[in-house]
């Protein structure tokens, strides 16, 4: 069964801990993407990464690091210098350098640090 | 970057067509109009995209005026686990990647 998987789905964290999210896919695709939604608002970018060993800040990458190690994993490490961590986060992931580039999403994990 | 503009709400009955428009003014003529949608908590699911032409599959029909400047998004028979948040997006090509720019999308109500 092919797809994104994302764990935890709820996560709770003290404040000044830095916490790490895991996105898994196997789909194969070159791609992975860390987006973050805040209550009625659209998804904005974090990090993103088009092959494995190489990634590039997105719109709000600031107490944000990532790695990309393995073509299926891209782990997201929300660190103490995220000012407002508490948010709903998702990885998406897709082909890579095609035309038409279609990105799925994974469920989301939400984070609520205390 | 273009940008997409939804009305922030609408309503459709159980059973009828519901179009959910979009203005992409600023779309550029190699940007691709993508449709997703997103039930509470979940994450986003696509629906459907196109370039120029109109485009149709299992879920939708996504109709692109001929200048390109909007778009509407049609669910056929909308039923009521269609409820969620709309999102018209249009994808760019940045540093040499793929870059979605989302809206606050329209949230659609199907009515009983």
């Known amino acids: 069964d092919g797809g994104i998987t994302q764990s935890p789905k709820y996560l709770f964290r003290k404040e000044g801990q830095n916490v790490t999210l895991s996105c898994e896919q196997n789909?194969?695709?070159?791609?992975m993407y860390w987006y973050r939604q805040d209550p009625g608002q659209g998804l904005r970018l974090i990090y993103y990464?088009?092959?494995?060993?190489?990634?590039q800040k997105g719109d709000i990458a600031e107490g944000y690091s990532v790695s990309r190690e393995k073509k299926e994993s891209f782990p997201l490490t929300v660190t103490s210098a995220q000012k407002n961590p508490t948010a709903f986060y998702l990885c998406?992931?897709?082909?890579?350098?095609?035309?038409?580039?279609?990105?799925?999403f994974g469920p989301g994990t939400r984070l609520t640090v205390l | 970057d273009a940008k997409t503009t939804q009305p922030t709400s609408m309503d459709c009955a159980e059973g009828r067509a519901a179009n959910l428009p979009c203005n992409h003014s600023?779309?550029?003529?190699?940007?691709?109009v993508y449709w997703y949608r997103q039930i509470h908590s979940q994450g986003p699911q696509y629906i459907i995209h196109g370039l120029k032409n109109n485009e149709t599959n299992e879920m939708a029909s996504l109709i692109i005026t001929e200048d390109r400047k909007s778009s509407t998004l049609i669910l056929p028979h909308a039923t009521l686990r269609d409820t969620a948040v709309y999102y018209c997006?249009?994808?760019?090509?940045?540093?040499?990647?793929?870059?979605?720019?989302f809206g606050t999308g329209t949230r659609l109500k199907v009515l009983a």
């Open positions: 990464s088009q092959i494995v060993n190489d990634f």
């Open positions: 998406a992931s897709s082909w890579s350098g095609r035309a038409e580039d279609t990105q799925y």
């Open positions: 789909l194969n695709h070159d791609a």
């Open positions: 600023t779309i550029s003529g190699n940007e691709y």
């Open positions: 997006i249009v994808r760019l090509v940045v540093s040499g990647t793929y870059k979605y720019i």
